[in-house]
């Protein structure tokens, strides 16, 4: 069989396993959570993220311990830029996304905020292990904040969160401890596949681990997030579309890029030239970019969600495009988006953040989403 050939079996065996293990996980870790009596408020804001979570997680746990710190830190990256960019794009498009105001005054602006300080810590070229350990802290803050918060705005919070089955804790204990065990060794066997297949796919394609990392890993771990968000959207629950995005960006920083660089506690977690000057910037931005559009009308409009997936493959260009027999266009490509495309999207959504700003003047009692 051709090396490629078997590369890309390995890729996608890998994506699939990830996919029937996370599943596994999460019954199992909700169904052990009913059987506690544990409330389903916390179950959603905990349990339930940390299963849409788990691919990207035992990915980058797997490439620090083979040595690939570069895939570790791209697939997060890479998770969080199609998270924002095709997630939200496609679940908009499917549907206008109403925005709570919760997500403006709170979510979002944390995840700038983590996003700044992650560009920061890896701007020496390596994430160390007390910085591991900082984003780690701030997840088990950012919980307790969730829960008692989300108990004190009830009709704000709850409805954006996942239901959980009345019958999960059916089975008993033994069902659900059997279903969280194969969760976890169908993901750490699917995570080392994938990332086997990732690395030897970047050798013999010739690019770097980063682009592979950026564009493939970060697609196919950040699949659970697409299809939970676009079946909320098709049925109406676009707080929950927009809710799993952003926590789902906050827990690739603090819980994925914090494990992984505790993981190489004895080394730090490198950091390739490429994501520190490219992929860390577009990231930011890409969060950045949610306060002007969540502001806009009080949701992500068609137009919007097909501007952010628009991006997205302008994006993915931009990573290829240097590595083929076209690379020697590739100054013009940057040169294009930095002048023509950008000022376009910014000018679009000032556009419709100024029209939104006007119809809601005059109102004082008017609450964004």
């Known amino acids: 069989m051709p090396d490629f050939l078997r590369a890309t079996i390995d890729v996608l065996l890998g ?7 996370g599943e596994l996980f999460v019954q199992g870790s909700v169904a ?34 083979e040595g690939a710190d570069t895939l570790a830190v791209s697939n ?10 095709v997630v939200l794009g496609a679940s908009a498009l499917v549907l206008p996304l109403k925005v709570e105001s919760r997500l403006v005054r709170r979510d979002v602006p944390l995840l700038i905020a983590i996003s700044a300080a992650v560009w920061g810590m890896a701007s020496t070229g390596q994430v160390t292990w007390q910085s591991g350990v900082a984003l780690l802290l701030a997840l088990v803050i950012n919980t307790i904040w969730e829960i008692r918060t989300a108990r004190e705005e009830p009709d704000g919070s709850e409805g954006a969160e996942p239901e959980i089955e009345a019958n999960a804790g059916r089975g008993g204990w033994t069902m659900a401890v059997v279903r969280l065990i194969a969760g976890i060794v169908i993901l750490t066997i699917g995570s080392r596949v994938l990332v086997s297949g990732a690395t030897s796919a970047a050798t013999i394609l010739g690019v770097s681990e980063a682009v592979i990392g950026l564009t493939i890993v970060s697609a196919g771990t950040s699949m659970p997030e697409l299809i939970t968000s676009l079946v909320a959207a098709l049925r109406g629950r676009t707080d929950l579309a927009i809710g799993n995005v952003v926590g789902s960006c906050l827990l690739n920083l603090m819980l994925v890029l914090g494990g992984g660089a505790l993981a190489a506690a004895g080394r730090g977690l490198e950091v390739s030239p490429e994501l520190i000057q490219d992929d860390l910037p577009i990231m930011l931005m890409t969060s950045l970019a949610c306060l002007p559009i969540f502001w806009t009308r009080g949701c992500i409009t068609r137009l919007e969600g097909g501007l952010l ?61």
Request: charged share 10%; with cysteine; glycine share 8%.
């Open 15 to 21: 994506i699939g396993l990830l996919f029937g293990g």
């Open 32 to 65: 052990l959570a009913v059987i506690f009596g544990i409330p389903q408020l916390v179950i959603g804001l905990t349990v339930v993220s940390l299963g849409t979570s788990a691919p990207e997680l035992f990915v980058s746990l797997s490439s620090v311990l």
């Open 76 to 85: 997060a990256v890479g998770s969080n830029i199609f998270n924002v960019m």
């Open 309 to 369: 997936l628009g991006l997205y493959v302008l994006y993915v260009i931009d990573n290829v495009l240097p590595r083929t027999t076209l690379s020697s266009w590739s100054d013009e490509f940057r040169l294009v988006m930095l002048c023509l495309v950008l000022p376009v999207v910014m000018v679009v959504i000032i556009t419709q953040a100024i029209f939104y700003w006007k119809r809601t003047k005059g109102r004082p009692d008017h609450i964004p989403g």
